[in-house]
């Protein structure tokens, strides 16, 4: 949400100081996230005034200015509104930073997905060459770590959040990792743990 916000606000050539005209646009931001609606190996769909944004969202300019837009306390404080309206209908799986300690605390099970830096920095470099992107896993290392720094205040776990390293796993070992979990956390047999 924070990108597409941000990607509104560089396509509106809104001043990205001007907390008030962010705020406003987050306020009226017209966006739905979809289960996938096309076979081009996204994870979701991103709606944007109907306007299918999903692939904008990680475009270099997203990339270098989501983190002073998501820093905003009346930027942040609009869309956790939103996030929460979300997540009251159930059934529904949020990815944040801040999700299990601020968006939905009350959350039946918050999973942390720790990876180290450089193991982020190689996927994104892969994703950003999916992409048709051409950029250097140094690059991509630098601009995480930036992010991160700005980031810091909210990349804490939840204290009742599950830990999951992921250096070593591939995404079907991930999710089975979860499912498990979820599994045991329906049926009452867990309590947080690192793995």
Do not use: C, F
Not at 7 to 26: F, G, N, P, T
Not at 69 to 94: C, H, T
Not at 150 to 156: E, K, N, W
């Amino acid at each position: 949400m924070y990108r597409a916000l941000t990607l509104a606000a560089l396509q509106q050539q809104i001043d990205l100081h001007d907390v008030d005209a962010l705020e406003h646009l987050a306020r009226n931001l017209p966006i739905r996230v979809l289960r996938p609606t096309v076979g081009d190996n996204r994870q979701y769909t991103v709606l944007l005034n109907n306007e299918d944004i999903t692939w904008a969202l990680r475009g270099a300019d997203v990339d270098r200015q989501v983190s002073l837009v998501a820093g905003y306390p009346a930027v942040r404080r609009e869309l956790v509104q939103q996030q929460r309206l979300i997540g009251a209908q159930g059934r529904v799986v949020m990815v944040g930073r801040d999700i299990g300690t601020v968006v939905m605390p009350d959350a039946p099970l918050k999973i942390y997905l720790h990876a180290s830096l450089s193991e982020r920095a190689r996927r994104r470099t892969i994703d950003k060459q999916l992409l048709g992107r051409e950029v250097s896993p140094g690059e991509v290392a630098r601009e995480l770590a930036r992010r991160d720094e700005l980031d810091a205040r909210v990349m804490q776990p939840a204290p009742d959040a599950l830990l999951l390293d992921t250096d070593q796993l591939t995404p079907t070992e991930e999710v089975a990792w979860v499912l498990t979990h979820w599994h045991n956390r329906v049926n009452g047999d867990i309590a947080p743990q690192s793995s």
